[in-house]
């Protein structure tokens, strides 16, 4: 037969060059040129199909029996592939931190502390000193001059930072070489200021942590038209938008507004 009728019977490209070359070997040995091995290979590859849809409608005939569902339950489960195996503690960890991930809602109201640092002092930290009036104050140096008395100048340098969210910093009078001066009770600082120098000696340095939720009470009106009526004023650009931002977003919660204040008590003016 040709190539092209051997495609036809069904036979691969192939299969029609090793069955030739089988019964060439085949004819050589027999010490004849009659090539008779392709015939009964072509008619077996015809047949197998209608074998195979035989064997395949005898088992599933077979399987539907009352005996199937039982040897289905005997038969072992199928074990998971190395592939699977690798991959399984790469998918726990990602799905940890899903699974792990606390309530939003719940977390805010159970964040008491949130803006208290003293709930998270590293070992060697000075703790607050919680006054009447809800500021924290904690001393790092002690001043050896004088104590100012209300109605006195006082001039202060001072560092800021929005501690509770992102801890930007406001500003720096180290950085615009512009102290701050007040009279001391005269309402023209933060209440928080007014209350932390009037306890300080000139030289002293303390730090000043205003919690969030007393924030309009110790620091600045959440009114952006009263907000800058009262010091310490950034001078800079920066320094007020990184304060209007934490008093002004309202999707941010109270302790996410906690300030932090270092100041230092420099000169006291007559």
């Known amino acids: 037969l040709t190539l092209d009728a051997r495609r036809r019977a069904g036979g691969s490209e192939s299969d029609t060059v090793d069955m030739n070359a089988a019964a060439l070997t085949a004819s050589r040995v027999a010490g004849t040129s009659a090539i008779r091995a392709p015939p009964r290979r072509r008619a077996a590859a015809v047949r197998a199909p209608a074998i195979s849809a035989g064997l395949r409608a005898t088992r599933d005939a077979h399987e539907s029996g009352?005996?199937?569902?039982?040897?289905?339950?005997?038969?072992?489960?199928?074990?998971?592939?190395?592939?699977?195996?690798?991959?399984?503690?790469?998918?726990?960890?990602?799905?940890?931190?899903?699974v792990a991930r606390?309530?939003?809602?719940?977390?805010?109201?159970?964040?008491?502390?949130?803006?208290?640092?003293?709930?998270?002092?590293?070992?060697?930290d000075k703790p607050f000193v919680q006054s009447p009036s809800g500021a924290r104050f904690a001393d790092l140096r002690e001043g050896t001059g004088a104590t100012p008395?209300?109605?006195?100048?006082?001039?202060?340098?001072?560092?800021?930072?929005?501690?509770?969210?992102?801890?930007?910093?406001?500003?720096?009078?180290?950085?615009?070489?512009?102290?701050?001066?007040?009279?001391?009770?005269?309402?023209?600082?933060?209440?928080?200021?007014?209350?932390?120098?009037s306890q300080m000696r000139v030289g002293g340095i303390r730090r000043i942590e205003?919690?969030?939720?007393?924030?309009?009470?110790?620091?600045y009106s959440r009114d952006p038209s009263q907000r800058y009526a009262v010091g310490p004023v950034p001078q800079t650009l920066g320094g007020r938008r990184a304060l209007d931002f934490v008093l002004d977003n309202r999707t941010l919660k109270d302790f996410n507004r906690t300030l932090l204040f270092d100041i230092r008590l420099s000169a006291i003016r007559k």
């Open 210 to 219: 205003i919690p969030g939720e007393l924030e309009e009470k110790l620091a």
């Open 149 to 197: 008395q209300p109605g006195q100048t006082v001039v202060v340098e001072w560092v800021g930072y929005t501690s509770g969210y992102q801890a930007k910093k406001i500003e720096s009078t180290r950085e615009t070489d512009a102290p701050y001066a007040f009279k001391l009770g005269a309402g023209e600082a933060i209440p928080a200021f007014d209350e932390a120098v």
């Open 102 to 124: 606390p309530d939003p809602a719940r977390a805010d109201t159970e964040c008491t502390e949130c803006s208290n640092s003293n709930s998270s002092l590293a070992p060697g």
């Open 66 to 98: 009352p005996e199937s569902g039982r040897r289905r339950e005997e038969e072992p489960a199928s074990l998971p592939s190395r592939r699977a195996v690798a991959l399984a503690p790469v998918a726990a960890a990602l799905l940890a931190p899903l």
